[in-house]
């Protein structure tokens, strides 16, 4: 089996819709598909409906959270969409990111570059608006030369020159939230340090204490920029009892990583189904959406 189990659509910083991202998943071999949309459930709905023979969906979400001032992601797998207390908490980190968009808009005024709130809307079409929709405008502005290049302290970064704050969970939390709406939680790219500051392996041992089930250690951009987090992650969770998974973090053409470029253990993959009580993976029948 072939498990990608952190991808992205236009419901949030993809440019594949979710249908086209299921359908382009199938086409690349994949049997399993988790979508993990930034702080959002919008797109499982045309996922399912579009989701071919052979491919299975995990639906997830990739939560936004911050820790001692330190940005982080926690993935977050066959949840219960409708819990209230974990949809009110999705609901007001979304609700944040156009002012912390705007923000980042003016920073960037301010530093001499020729970007526009409506570029940014447009870029970021029905989606939910972050980073990577600033970082292409400064790419069709000719500032950088990808999106990649963008997220630098000259730039986008963390507390980088145009970065701006947003709300944010504490991971402790969302790992609350999450089990308490029977979802399984694996930190995103925790060793991924060109994107800014990572927290230091301490607090990772502190979330694993409070019920964190896994990291994500082979992902395209940590590797590239840290191949020696891989054998120092997986010892780190084999220390503390947790899953280890693989994924591409696929955004489309957004950024240059493939479907499946890395890919999760099928035995991983069967323990967070196993542990999940909140969502079940569905299997493809058939998509009945228009390619």
């Keep these: 089996m072939r498990i990608d189990l952190h991808t992205h659509s236009t419901a949030s910083d993809g440019t594949d819709t979710p249908a086209q991202l299921v359908r382009n998943a199938a086409a690349a071999g994949l049997d399993v598909i988790a ?4 702080d959002t459930t919008r797109g499982h709905a045309e996922a399912v409906a579009a989701l071919p023979p052979g491919l299975t969906l995990v639906t997830g979400a990739e939560l936004s959270c911050r820790l001692d001032g330190v940005g982080l992601h926690m993935l977050a797998y066959l949840f219960d969409p409708d819990e ?10 979304r609700d944040d990111r156009v002012p912390r968009a705007r923000e980042m808009v003016r920073k ?6 020729p970007v526009t709130w409506e570029q940014v809307a447009r870029i970021a079409g029905d989606g939910s608006v972050g980073r990577p929709h600033v970082a ?3 790419v069709e502005l000719g500032v950088v030369a990808s999106v990649s290049d963008a997220f630098t302290p000259q730039w986008l970064a963390d507390g980088g020159r145009a970065y701006a704050e947003k709300t944010e969970l504490d991971p402790f939390e969302a790992i609350r939230l999450v089990k308490a709406a029977g979802g399984v939680t694996v930190f995103a790219h925790p060793a991924a340090a060109q994107r800014g500051k990572i927290v230091p392996e301490s607090a990772i041992a502190e979330l694993a204490a409070a019920g964190l089930d896994g990291i994500e250690v082979d992902h395209p951009e940590q590797l590239a920029y840290a191949p020696e987090a891989g054998p120092r992650l997986r010892g780190l969770a084999a220390d503390l009892g947790l899953l280890v998974t693989g994924s591409s973090d696929y ?8 479907l499946g470029e890395f890919t999760t253990d099928p035995e991983i993959y069967g323990e967070i189904t196993r542990r999940a009580t909140g969502a079940f993976p569905v299997p493809g029948a058939g998509g009945d959406l228009p390619a």
């Design 251 to 258: 955004h489309g053409s957004r950024k240059t990583v493939s």
């Design 84 to 93: 209230p207390e974990l949809a009110r908490a999705r609901e007001l980190v």
């Design 35 to 38: 979508l993990t949309d930034h």
């Design 108 to 113: 960037l005024q301010e530093l001499g570059v």
């Design 136 to 138: 292409e405008a400064l």
